[in-house]
């Protein structure tokens, strides 16, 4: 095979957006055929590589071969590697007259159905390379988790920048200009596993900005892995040590030539589009170190961790920061937060969760949890009858709810929006049954919902819900009310359902002070009622109450409120 810079000619461009699809393959057969006619449906032109194959994917890959339809096959011989079998595609696709070349693995590890979100990114950032940014399943291999991690740090050593959080998905949409321009200089490019990272740190050192978009990758359990594990650490490390010295070398060019940031997708501006990030994995790691070292010496293993999801968690990031300024300034601080204060904030949201694992699996003592203000939480307690608890993203209400006797707990029905930390609570449960006992998953309460908690109401039951959430279906049931100095989204669902429950409704709240946790609870109101022609009124005024108790508690210590994501963002500006 020739040489891809000698057959890549950068002046046979077509100026339009004009996409096709390059599957590089090697033995890999059982699903090949699936991602192909996936691709085709879309109405996207394929160019499958089969990169020296046995039988039975030899035969199964060339009777795809169908030109009239879309579908090329081309063979090389001998197995030459997964670089080698891309740029052969995307010297096709330039002869072609394409534009952009989308590469998709045959192994059918990726989400197929981002691929129109992948291309809609390339079309409004046409000189950009797209690249999906993988978000596993306890499928990965460990061994496979580990190596990534590495390779990550080093490419943000070799591009001195943190925008590359992922180099190594092979799901990715290439913009064939800047590819040709880069091959044309002659420059070597790994032909094997180094493939995909090298030509992304190559391209971003010559001024090609990277977009990345979360992406759904499992791994199959009956995938073929053409992973070589000690030939491709090898060429993966000798990869970064060449690029290393040859940034170093270049560093005055690569620093001229730095891209422009761009985003990895549009903002969500609801709290409900914001992913978890992380792994069970990971959780299970937390709780082995928590087991051996204590809170403190598992702090001291998790604040790398949290360091890495700081740095890239863009958006949380910001988030944390405006919250931070806001209350800064409602105490009349000085100065204005740092990022020592927004690495301070995210390990105490660290912190929260790993005492409520504790709490949970038997960590934590019972009295870990003192009382406060509870007065009008004594007065529940001895109430025949249920009441509506609000409750907030602030402290540890986690904490409390797992500390309970057993009675008082079953006492409880807390709805939550469980998807939202799917693999932690799964974790929980893991350890102790007792920690999803009692919680309902809600997204919108429906009427026979409703009938539903009025029943436990009038048994006694308390019903707990977060008020400092907006709505996960939208639809403007909001007040804006003063919150930190500006008006602030607050859900009136909470005040609604009150009124439907015709109960007592209490605020409560659970803060970490000097070590210990402390609760306070106050009484919000005996019942509300929504009277015709002032209903509005009427839930403005219980969201302003609300919002002015987690103002108190919040300015108390900020970096105990946690929610990561634009709390003042106006409601309705996108969908979740």
Not at 459 to 475: M, N, S
């Amino acid at each position: 095979m020739t040489t891809p810079s000698v057959l890549l000619a950068p002046g046979s461009l077509n100026p339009a957006f004009h996409a096709c699809a390059v599957v590089p393959s090697h033995n890999h057969w059982r699903v090949v055929g699936d991602v192909v006619s996936g691709l085709r449906a879309q109405g996207i032109p394929v160019f499958v590589v089969d990169d020296g194959s046995m039988e039975p994917a030899r035969s199964t890959l060339a009777a795809l071969h169908d030109p009239t339809n879309g579908v090329t096959v081309r063979r090389l011989e001998p197995n030459q590697g997964k670089g080698a079998a891309v740029m052969e595609g995307i010297r096709l696709a330039l002869a072609a007259g394409f534009t952009h070349v989308v590469q998709v693995d045959a192994d059918g590890q990726h989400d197929q159905t981002a691929v129109p979100r992948l291309l809609a990114l390339a079309r409004r950032h046409p000189h950009a390379l797209v690249t999906g940014r993988p978000v596993y399943d306890d499928s990965i291999p460990t061994g496979r988790a580990i190596g990534r991690w590495v390779t990550h740090v080093w490419v943000w050593i070799e591009t001195l920048s943190l925008r590359i959080r992922d180099s190594m998905c092979g799901f990715r949409v290439y913009p064939l200009a800047p590819v040709a321009a880069l091959t044309a200089t002659g420059a070597r490019i790994g032909r094997r596993m180094d493939f995909d990272t090298e030509i992304m740190v190559r391209l971003f050192w010559r001024g090609t900005p990277v977009a990345e978009l979360p992406v759904r990758v499992t791994y199959p359990p009956d995938n073929t892995s053409n992973f070589d594990v000690l030939r491709d650490n090898v060429r993966i490390s000798w990869m970064h040590t060449r690029l290393v010295f040859t940034m170093l070398a270049r560093l005055p060019s690569i620093l001229a030539n730095r891209p422009p940031p761009l985003p990895s997708l549009d903002k969500p501006s609801h709290w409900a589009a914001l992913g978890e990030r992380g792994m069970a994995r990971g959780l299970r790691i937390c709780a082995a170190a928590y087991r051996l070292f204590g809170r403190r010496g598992c702090m001291a293993v998790l604040a790398p961790v949290v360091l890495y999801f700081y740095l890239t968690g863009t958006e949380q990031r910001r988030a944390s920061h405006d919250f931070l300024t806001r209350a800064f300034a409602a105490k009349g601080m000085a100065r204005a937060p740092g990022w020592r204060d927004g690495y301070r904030h995210f390990l105490s949201f660290a912190g929260r969760a790993l005492d409520s694992f504790a709490a949970w699996t038997g960590g934590t003592k019972t009295g870990e949890v003192e009382p406060a203000e509870v007065d009008a939480l004594r007065k529940a307690e001895a109430s025949p009858r249920g009441a509506l608890f609000i409750v907030a993203h602030l402290g540890n209400m986690d904490l409390s709810r797992a500390l309970l006797d057993e009675e008082t707990r079953r006492r409880l029905l807390v709805l939550v929006h469980t998807r939202h930390a799917e693999n932690y609570n799964r974790l929980l449960r893991d350890f102790n049954p007792e920690a999803g006992v009692n919680t309902l998953q809600v997204t919108e309460v429906g009427p026979d919902t409703a009938i539903a908690l009025k029943e436990r109401v009038e048994r006694g039951d308390w019903v707990v819900i977060a008020g400092d959430r907006t709505p996960v279906g939208g639809g403007g049931r909001v007040s804006r009310v003063p919150f930190l100095g500006e008006p602030a989204p607050f859900s009136q669902g909470p005040y609604i359902l009150a009124s439907l429950l015709e109960c007592p409704v209490y605020l409560l709240f659970c803060r970490r002070e000097a070590g210990r946790h402390r609760l306070y609870a106050e009484r919000l109101t005996d019942r509300i009622d929504l009277p015709r022609g002032r209903r509005a009124e009427a839930l403005d005024g219980c969201a302003a109450a609300f919002a002015c108790s987690l103002e108190r508690h919040a300015l108390a210590d900020p970096f105990q409120w946690y929610n990561f994501f634009d709390f003042w963002a106006p409601e309705g500006a996108g969908e979740p």
